[in-house]
């Protein structure tokens, strides 16, 4: 007889399902292989002119929709395809799946492209001066759909439960960096809570703009070494100065273990924990002494009902920002003591940037992975490393080892930090 | 029958046009007459605009206030004042375990580094990417962007308030004030919280977001009516506010532990979202009537937006599956606070119940008297555009009440 109640007595959460995008390609398979041989999908911007940009590259997505389609297109075209893969996996119906989505999903605004075709037909319409008068004549007396819809929040997890026949009211959620993440919680909750059987949880972002690239530059955030591409992400090196902008997305179907066996479905793993933390020191930079990311770990841990001597590795936020990288550390150091020294960890975003909203849903794809094949995905880019953080982060090459139960980090802008804890199937 | 896993409110934070505070916002709808109206700003569109305030109530450093764009300052200013309400503010234990929920859309974008890049282009520039490029490095304050980014109402509330317990923003117009809800009470029954701070804000004085609604033609541009009379106003049938609402919840065991007064309690929400013909919304809408046993309520609080069809097929089903619970369309009062309409309206049933007073007509063309005092109330909030949502409050009794 299986058991199918957790430590505290709440259903299990098994994982059925996992579908992945990102700048390396399409699905699982192309992404694992890419990732375990450590290559980068961080390339020089073609979407848009980068004349008076500090930072010219990213880790766009340039092979789902057309560059002039825009943001909220990419967006849900990532999230539909990491689902239809997570889906399909999972042997549920991929237009009647039955139980609620959450999606984790970029906030949303009109495009440039939009703004500039407003204020021209505003013109065209007998309005004054270029600017907001002027669109708003054109929004009135012209018809707008498209624009319409890409600017309300609802739209692409409106079309996504169109698409898949999701139940319930979808919720579209931001937690900033942690937000993927996010989206796999609540899905969990919502198991565990006996509200639903099935859900699906996904994190997207295909965001990667003109002004989302200035915004964050503003802020100092990115990284300038433009030069060479595919090297300017390095997480825990010395010579770190910002993250790189990418897009993609990542899925999970979970489901009561209870009743995914009932289906004879097959275990992919468990979603054993999830830990958050709020830190109210800044808006962008997070508490000196890491207690929020303290304590989101240790959260995660407690709801696994496991402890730090049950991590076999960590999958890092690793952003490769000089404050992130230290942090982590830290915090990490903190939690598992000396025993940090021997726990490997890596950072996807060596490989794959900094996917923001979709991050902490891309990561815990790769997680699953890294149990499911005992194979550590590199840290590339680790040619200097940063003597302050003394950690095993799996340089330059990939390593085997048997994993059976992974740590995955995720702290965001804003102070919101969320953990996952996720684990091979109990034999 | 009362159980220590209610969900109970303890704490409203209300900023309409109405005024300031639980008890103000009250008053002023116990004294409706006419609407605080600005018909002139945004001409042809009216909005229902924020009173003046003392930032500096709720948000002490001006350093904090300068760090956000006006929704954001709506809405930390407002959760500030829930917490005051509930008695939390200011106790570090209590704010540092609570959990937040906060329904957020965007913030305000610059208007003048906007129409520099608009009249630059118009004026024959064709250099589109690189000139938005050059303008937006050079002429963006640097902090703006996360003085507009969603998250961050959540992330100012943190640390003006230093809510820390966990901390989660839901998108997505008014379904995400109604997911907002639903998710805090799931999670307070469940025992996964004890105590939550739940809410949103919206900011409409500003062309931008005006223009994410006209591009729907949502926007009433004839002189203001009240919301059940706008079926044949020219545009669309809404009206919007500015303004905020939260809540704190928390389990009765909670509540009564630390001798808090219950406003209210509330149970589950139902939400749902499909085709929005008037048959399927009917449908949906009579069977979340069903799951929240709505027809049992003594009156009914509508977050109505005034939106032609959305609001004519709430009419139809308020007429015909509850003829005979009398309604308040309370955005009469406030305008349409879009993420915030949900809370809002559960914030004002609260009130209602806790006053023992019923809400007064606000118009008299759809709504029906009523001197009975309510013991509960139903909660319905038909999205302008989409999404659906219900749930009951009911008055509180016991200890606290």
Known sequence: MTRTLDHAGRPIVAITGAGVVSSLGAGKDENWSKLTDGQSGIHAISRFPTEHLRTKIAGTVDFMTPPEAGSTALTY????????????????????????????????????????????????????????????????????????????????????????????????????????????????????????????????????????????????????QNDVPEKASKPFSKDRDGFVMAEGAGAFVMESLESAKARGATILGILEGCGEWADD??????????????????????????????????????????????????????????????????????????????????????????????????????????????????????????????????????????????AAEPA | MSSPDDVVITGIGLLTSLGEGADANWEALCAFDAPTIDSERFAPYTVHPVPEVDWSQQIAKRGDQRQMEA?????????????????????????????????????????????????????????????INEVLTSELRPTLFLAQLSNLLAGNISIVHKVTGSSRTFMGEEGSGISAIQSAAARIRSGQSTHLLVGGAYNTEHPDMLLSYELGHYLMRDPWRPVWQRARSEGGGVVTGSGGAFLTLESRAHAQARGARIYAAIGDVAADLGPTDSAETRKRLDRLAGETAIADADMIVSAASGSHARTADEKAFLSESLPDTPVRGVSTATGHLCEAQFPLAVALAALSLSKGEAIPVLDDSFEAKTSDAPKSIGVVTVGFDAAEGMAIVTKADGAGA
Request: glycine share 12%.
């Open chain 2, 71 to 131: 929704w954001q300052r709506i809405g930390t200013y407002t959760a500030g004042l829930a917490l005051e309400d509930a008695g939390i503010k200011g106790n570090e234990a209590l704010c540092a375990t609570m959990d937040l929920v906060v329904a957020a859309g965007g913030g305000e974008r610059d208007v003048d580094v906007d129409t520099i890049i608009l009249g630059r282009i118009a004026a024959g520039e064709t250099d589109t990417g690189t000139i």
């Open chain 1, 281 to 422: 020191f800044h808006r962008t930079r997070s508490k000196p002494d890491g207690s929020p990311a303290i304590a989101a770990v240790r959260a995660a841990l407690d709801d696994a009902g496991v402890a730090t001597d049950d991590i076999d590795y960590i999958n890092a936020h690793g952003t490769s920002t000089p404050e992130n990288d230290k942090m982590e550390s830290l915090s990490l150091s903190t939690v598992f003591g000396d025993a940090m020294a021997s726990i490997p960890i890596s950072s996807n975003k060596s490989m794959i940037g900094h996917t923001l909203t979709a991050a902490g849903a891309i990561e815990a794809v790769f997680s699953l992975m890294t149990i499911r094949t005992g194979t550590l995905p590199p840290t590339i880019n680790h040619l200097n490393p940063d003597p302050a953080i003394e950690l095993d982060v799996v340089p330059n090459a990939k390593r085997e080892a048997k994993v059976g139960r992974v740590l995955s980090n995720s702290f965001g802008f804003g102070g919101q930090n969320t953990c996952l804890v996720i």
């Open chain 1, 77 to 224: 075209a990532l999230a539909e395809a990491a689902v239809l893969e997570a889906i399909g996996e999972s042997g549920l119906s991929a237009d009647d799946f039955g139980g609620p989505l959450f999606l984790a999903a970029p906030p949303v605004e009109l495009e440039w492209r939009q703004r500039l075709a407003l204020d021209s037909e505003g013109a065209k319409a007998g309005g004054g001066e270029a600017g907001y008068d002027r669109m708003l004549l054109a929004a009135r007396t012209g018809v707008h759909e498209e624009f319409f819809r890409s600017g309300q929040f609802g739209t692409v997890a409106g079309r996504l439960q169109r698409r898949i026949g999701s139940r319930g009211l979808p919720i579209t959620l931001s937690t900033a960096c942690a937000s993927g993440a996010t989206a796999i919680q609540l899905g969990a909750e919502a198991i565990r809570r006996g509200e639903a059987e099935r859900v699906v949880s996904v994190g997207t972002d295909g965001s990667v703009t003109a002004e989302a690239l200035i915004r964050f530059s503003l802020l100092s955030a990115l990284s300038t």
